[in-house]
């Protein structure tokens, strides 16, 4: 059993995200080893393992139920791989006959479009994602691109102005799956001429509390849509804005994947996230598998309904 002082953690960003290096989770973990991982996700929102030796998608679904209650995919496209487990999202760029999707593949790239978009896990709906876990199985070619870029929400709320701070206390953003698919695909058939109105709404507050560290984080994602008492317009400046200093280069940590087998573990009550493009995509296969643990902290609901929780999709 790995031992917790095996572990060596290294930070690497000015403010946040680490490495865990020493940890292979193809052997039993013991509960000092896994507290030492989560207070390690909890202080730095990313925590990076390298060659982190997941063996297959099971083992990958035990360890991330150590975080919580992992979110099963209740719905799975038929344009996606049919992979064994429910908990496991296919965030591949591989169609349903595992071939590399090309540009003609309106579905898989509208989501992969989104995905390049600035996000938290599961804001648009109305129980929020706490944990997710992304695992290479299978990476293209070195410098043909596809890293995952993180920003750091709690350190860019820290240094905002006191008068912004006091003026975006209380306010509310009102997410939607829908507008961000209509902000990364404006000239989609798929998305057009439907009204974000329409379909399910979900509602954070901009400034939520990352429970375990006390520290406040601005929880301002591309789902957000508008927010609550104001134009339409002044909120979704504000809400540019926002996402503009949030992601500013100092906050931004680009994480380059390496080797088969890494893992990388985010708090998306800390952190946002997104994913890059490269020039791997039509051409190289990239396998990458995610799973996603449901919030159950006070703010897992922000200002929702648990019973709208019931029937929500799954997280994008
Ligand atoms: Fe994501």
Redesign the pocket.
């Given at each position: 059993m790995a031992s917790s002082e095996g572990l060596q953690i290294r930070q690497l960003h000015d403010s946040y995200v680490c490495e865990v290096a020493g940890l292979d989770l193809s052997k039993p973990l013991s509960d000092a080893t896994f507290n030492r991982i989560q207070d390690a996700l909890h202080q730095y929102g990313v925590v990076v393992i390298p060659r982190a030796n997941l063996p297959d998608d099971k083992a990958h679904v035990e360890f991330s139920r150590r975080f919580g209650e992992v979110e099963k995919s209740k719905y799975r496209s038929p344009h996606m791989r049919p992979l064994p487990y429910a908990e496991i999202f296919d965030i591949s760029n591989l169609d349903e006959k595992g071939e590399v999707v090309t540009n003609s593949n309106e579905k898989r790239i509208t989501a992969i479009r989104g995905?390049s978009l600035w996000?938290a896990?599961g804001s648009f709906n109305p129980r929020r994602t706490y944990v997710?876990m992304l695992r290479a199985v299978e990476l293209p070619p070195a410098s043909t691109g596809g890293p995952t870029e993180y920003a750091d929400a709690r350190q860019a709320y820290e240094d905002l102005p006191e008068e912004t701070k006091a003026r975006i206390k209380d306010l509310v953003a009102v997410h939607s799956f829908l507008h961000n698919r209509q902000t990364a695909n404006p000239d989609s058939p798929l998305f057009k001429g439907r009204s974000v109105y329409d379909e399910p709404l979900a509602r954070y507050r901009l400034v939520t509390i990352h429970e375990p560290s006390g520290r406040p984080m601005l929880y301002v994602t591309s789902y957000a849509h508008h927010i609550e008492g104001m134009p339409v317009e002044e909120g979704q400046k504000l809400l540019r804005e926002l996402t503009e200093h949030i992601t500013q280069p100092k906050y931004v940590f680009t994480h380059e994947w390496q080797n088969k087998g890494d893992a990388v573990i985010w708090d998306n009550t800390a952190v946002l996230?997104r994913?890059t493009p490269g020039s791997y995509e039509g051409k190289y296969v990239r396998d990458m598998r995610r799973t996603c643990v449901m919030d159950s902290g006070k703010g897992a609901y922000g200002l929702n309904s648990p019973e709208d929780a019931k029937n929500q999709r799954n997280s994008?």
């Open positions: 995905n996000h896990d997710s996230h994913a994008s």
